[in-house]
Protein backbone atom coordinates (compact mmCIF):
# COMPACT_ATOMS: atom_id res chain seq x y z
CA UNK A 1 0.00 0.00 0.00
CA UNK A 2 1.42 3.42 -0.69
CA UNK A 3 1.90 6.05 1.35
CA UNK A 4 -0.32 9.24 1.61
CA UNK A 5 1.31 11.92 -0.46
CA UNK A 6 1.94 14.67 1.59
CA UNK A 7 -0.21 17.83 1.18
CA UNK A 8 2.70 19.32 -0.85
CA UNK A 9 2.69 17.19 -3.41
CA UNK A 10 0.10 18.68 -5.76
CA UNK A 11 2.69 22.04 -5.78
CA UNK A 12 5.51 19.62 -6.34
CA UNK A 13 3.85 17.69 -9.71
CA UNK A 14 2.64 20.98 -10.87
CA UNK A 15 6.80 22.20 -10.79
CA UNK A 16 7.46 20.01 -12.67
CA UNK A 17 5.17 19.99 -14.69
CA UNK A 18 6.30 23.60 -15.55
CA UNK A 19 10.00 23.06 -15.92
CA UNK A 20 9.24 20.13 -18.49
CA UNK A 21 6.94 22.93 -20.53
CA UNK A 22 10.05 25.07 -19.94
CA UNK A 23 12.56 22.58 -21.41
CA UNK A 24 10.75 21.93 -24.27
CA UNK A 25 11.05 25.60 -25.39
CA UNK A 26 13.92 27.16 -27.48
CA UNK A 27 16.77 28.83 -26.33
CA UNK A 28 16.10 32.86 -25.64
CA UNK A 29 18.09 34.73 -28.60
CA UNK A 30 20.12 37.60 -26.84
CA UNK A 31 19.34 41.08 -28.92
CA UNK A 32 22.41 43.74 -28.88
CA UNK A 33 22.01 46.81 -28.36
CA UNK A 34 21.80 49.03 -31.76
CA UNK A 35 25.35 50.38 -32.29
CA UNK A 36 25.74 54.31 -31.66
CA UNK A 37 26.83 55.90 -34.83
CA UNK A 38 28.10 59.69 -34.45
CA UNK A 39 26.71 61.82 -36.76
CA UNK A 40 29.60 64.22 -37.73
CA UNK A 41 28.08 68.08 -38.20
CA UNK A 42 27.57 69.43 -41.74
CA UNK A 43 31.01 70.84 -42.70
CA UNK A 44 31.17 74.79 -42.51
CA UNK A 45 29.82 76.37 -45.40
CA UNK A 46 32.68 78.27 -47.21
CA UNK A 47 32.58 82.34 -47.48
CA UNK A 48 31.03 83.27 -51.00
CA UNK A 49 33.42 85.58 -51.94
CA UNK A 50 32.48 88.98 -53.53
CA UNK A 51 31.18 89.23 -56.89
CA UNK A 52 31.88 92.67 -57.47
CA UNK A 53 34.42 95.34 -55.97
CA UNK A 54 34.50 99.26 -56.11
CA UNK A 55 37.43 101.67 -55.89
CA UNK A 56 37.34 103.62 -52.43
CA UNK A 57 35.00 106.95 -53.33
CA UNK A 58 36.64 109.35 -50.71
CA UNK A 59 40.33 107.86 -51.88
CA UNK A 60 43.02 108.92 -54.01
CA UNK A 61 43.64 105.19 -55.26
CA UNK A 62 46.95 104.60 -56.96
CA UNK A 63 46.83 102.45 -60.03
CA UNK A 64 43.24 102.43 -60.28
CA UNK A 65 41.61 99.60 -62.13
CA UNK A 66 39.27 100.72 -64.92
CA UNK A 67 35.66 101.47 -63.18
CA UNK A 68 32.43 102.85 -64.38
CA UNK A 69 30.20 105.61 -63.13
CA UNK A 70 29.55 104.22 -59.87
CA UNK A 71 33.26 102.96 -59.28
CA UNK A 72 32.83 99.53 -59.94
CA UNK A 73 35.85 97.35 -61.24
CA UNK A 74 34.72 96.72 -64.92
CA UNK A 75 34.98 93.35 -65.92
CA UNK A 76 35.46 92.15 -62.24
CA UNK A 77 34.73 88.66 -61.20
CA UNK A 78 35.08 86.34 -57.98
CA UNK A 79 37.23 84.05 -58.88
CA UNK A 80 40.78 83.68 -60.94
CA UNK A 81 42.31 80.48 -62.54
CA UNK A 82 46.03 80.77 -61.74
CA UNK A 83 48.53 77.91 -63.83
CA UNK A 84 45.75 76.29 -65.14
CA UNK A 85 45.09 74.61 -61.94
CA UNK A 86 44.35 76.85 -58.94
CA UNK A 87 40.75 78.43 -58.40
CA UNK A 88 41.59 82.18 -56.52
CA UNK A 89 39.68 84.68 -54.85
CA UNK A 90 40.37 88.34 -56.31
CA UNK A 91 39.37 89.79 -52.72
CA UNK A 92 40.04 87.08 -50.08
CA UNK A 93 37.98 89.29 -47.88
CA UNK A 94 34.24 89.93 -45.69
CA UNK A 95 33.63 93.76 -47.33
CA UNK A 96 35.66 96.51 -48.69
CA UNK A 97 37.25 98.87 -51.31
CA UNK A 98 39.88 98.99 -53.53
CA UNK A 99 42.03 101.58 -51.79
CA UNK A 100 45.23 101.05 -54.08
CA UNK A 101 45.68 98.78 -57.34
CA UNK A 102 48.94 97.12 -58.53
CA UNK A 103 52.50 98.77 -60.47
CA UNK A 104 54.23 101.57 -59.83
CA UNK A 105 53.51 104.04 -56.61
CA UNK A 106 56.26 106.09 -54.77
CA UNK A 107 58.92 105.21 -56.78
CA UNK A 108 58.43 101.53 -55.91
CA UNK A 109 56.32 98.67 -57.23
CA UNK A 110 53.27 97.84 -55.29
CA UNK A 111 52.56 93.87 -55.82
CA UNK A 112 49.45 94.03 -54.76
CA UNK A 113 46.07 95.34 -54.13
CA UNK A 114 45.11 97.33 -50.69
CA UNK A 115 41.55 96.48 -49.82
CA UNK A 116 40.22 99.07 -47.29
CA UNK A 117 37.68 99.09 -44.48
CA UNK A 118 37.08 101.20 -41.58
CA UNK A 119 36.03 97.90 -39.60
CA UNK A 120 37.94 94.89 -38.64
CA UNK A 121 36.68 92.59 -41.19
CA UNK A 122 37.39 88.96 -41.54
CA UNK A 123 39.82 87.83 -44.01
CA UNK A 124 39.71 84.89 -45.55
CA UNK A 125 41.99 82.17 -47.39
CA UNK A 126 41.80 82.62 -50.56
CA UNK A 127 41.96 78.89 -51.89
CA UNK A 128 42.75 75.32 -50.59
CA UNK A 129 46.56 75.26 -49.33
CA UNK A 130 48.77 74.59 -46.80
CA UNK A 131 50.00 77.90 -44.27
CA UNK A 132 54.27 78.05 -45.22
CA UNK A 133 54.48 81.60 -43.61
CA UNK A 134 52.92 83.45 -40.87
CA UNK A 135 55.70 86.06 -39.73
CA UNK A 136 55.55 89.89 -38.17
CA UNK A 137 57.70 92.15 -40.15
CA UNK A 138 58.14 95.72 -40.05
CA UNK A 139 56.70 96.40 -43.59
CA UNK A 140 54.01 93.43 -43.37
CA UNK A 141 53.18 93.62 -40.18
CA UNK A 142 51.44 90.25 -39.92
CA UNK A 143 52.18 88.59 -42.73
CA UNK A 144 50.22 85.27 -43.72
CA UNK A 145 51.38 83.06 -46.71
CA UNK A 146 49.30 80.46 -47.90
CA UNK A 147 50.77 77.78 -50.58
CA UNK A 148 48.18 76.41 -53.15
CA UNK A 149 50.25 73.77 -55.28
CA UNK A 150 51.19 73.98 -58.66
CA UNK A 151 53.89 76.78 -58.12
CA UNK A 152 50.55 79.28 -56.52
CA UNK A 153 51.08 81.21 -53.42
CA UNK A 154 48.90 84.23 -51.99
CA UNK A 155 50.10 86.72 -49.57
CA UNK A 156 47.96 88.56 -46.64
CA UNK A 157 49.58 91.56 -44.76
CA UNK A 158 48.80 94.01 -42.08
CA UNK A 159 46.48 91.34 -40.36
CA UNK A 160 45.51 92.05 -37.23
CA UNK A 161 46.00 88.56 -36.04
CA UNK A 162 46.48 84.91 -37.33
CA UNK A 163 43.68 83.37 -35.54
CA UNK A 164 45.31 80.10 -34.76
CA UNK A 165 46.80 79.98 -38.19
CA UNK A 166 50.08 77.83 -37.90
CA UNK A 167 52.68 77.00 -40.40
CA UNK A 168 52.25 73.36 -41.67
CA UNK A 169 48.67 73.54 -41.34
CA UNK A 170 45.64 72.93 -44.06
CA UNK A 171 43.05 75.82 -44.91
CA UNK A 172 39.78 75.61 -46.91
CA UNK A 173 39.01 78.22 -49.69
CA UNK A 174 36.61 80.39 -47.78
CA UNK A 175 37.96 79.41 -43.95
CA UNK A 176 38.93 82.54 -41.82
CA UNK A 177 42.74 83.03 -41.70
CA UNK A 178 42.61 86.64 -39.27
CA UNK A 179 41.68 90.04 -39.03
CA UNK A 180 42.30 93.14 -41.18
CA UNK A 181 44.55 95.33 -39.41
CA UNK A 182 47.30 97.91 -39.46
CA UNK A 183 50.17 96.21 -38.56
CA UNK A 184 53.15 97.47 -39.72
CA UNK A 185 56.69 99.38 -37.89
CA UNK A 186 55.00 102.95 -38.96
CA UNK A 187 51.31 104.10 -38.82
CA UNK A 188 49.02 103.19 -41.29
CA UNK A 189 45.16 102.84 -41.99
CA UNK A 190 43.47 99.74 -41.67
CA UNK A 191 43.43 97.28 -44.91
CA UNK A 192 44.94 94.23 -46.53
CA UNK A 193 47.56 93.79 -48.38
CA UNK A 194 46.97 91.34 -50.63
CA UNK A 195 48.94 89.43 -53.61
CA UNK A 196 48.34 86.21 -56.04
CA UNK A 197 52.55 84.93 -56.43
CA UNK A 198 53.64 82.42 -58.90
CA UNK A 199 56.75 80.39 -59.15
CA UNK A 200 59.30 78.31 -57.18
CA UNK A 201 59.98 79.54 -53.24
CA UNK A 202 63.37 80.91 -52.84
CA UNK A 203 66.17 79.03 -51.08
CA UNK A 204 66.85 82.14 -49.27
CA UNK A 205 64.82 85.24 -50.02
CA UNK A 206 61.10 82.94 -49.55
CA UNK A 207 58.12 84.45 -50.91
CA UNK A 208 59.86 87.31 -52.16
CA UNK A 209 61.40 85.01 -55.25
CA UNK A 210 57.96 85.02 -56.31
CA UNK A 211 56.65 86.44 -59.57
CA UNK A 212 53.47 88.80 -58.36
CA UNK A 213 50.42 89.00 -60.43
CA UNK A 214 47.73 91.61 -60.47
CA UNK A 215 44.88 90.28 -58.69
CA UNK A 216 42.42 92.47 -60.13
CA UNK A 217 43.50 92.59 -64.02
CA UNK A 218 44.87 88.84 -64.28
CA UNK A 219 42.68 87.12 -66.74
CA UNK A 220 43.96 83.76 -65.79
CA UNK A 221 46.45 83.31 -69.31
CA UNK A 222 49.85 82.73 -66.85
Known amino acids: ????????APYL?????IAGIYALQPAPV???????????????????FPVSMALCPTLDVANAPPSDASLHI????????VNAAVMLARAPVEQACVSSGFGARNGQ????????????VSIYAAG??????AVTRADFGNMLIIDHGHGVFTRYAHLDNFDGMEVGGAV????????MGNT??????????????TGDWGELSGSFALTPINPVAFTGQN
Open 1 to 8: MNPPLRPF
Open 13 to 17: LLAAG
Open 30 to 48: MVSAPEVVELLPPPTPTFA
Open 74 to 81: IGYTALVE
Open 109 to 120: THTGIDYYNLEP
Open 128 to 133: DGTVRE
Open 172 to 179: LSGQIIGV
Open 184 to 197: AATTIPRHLHYEIL
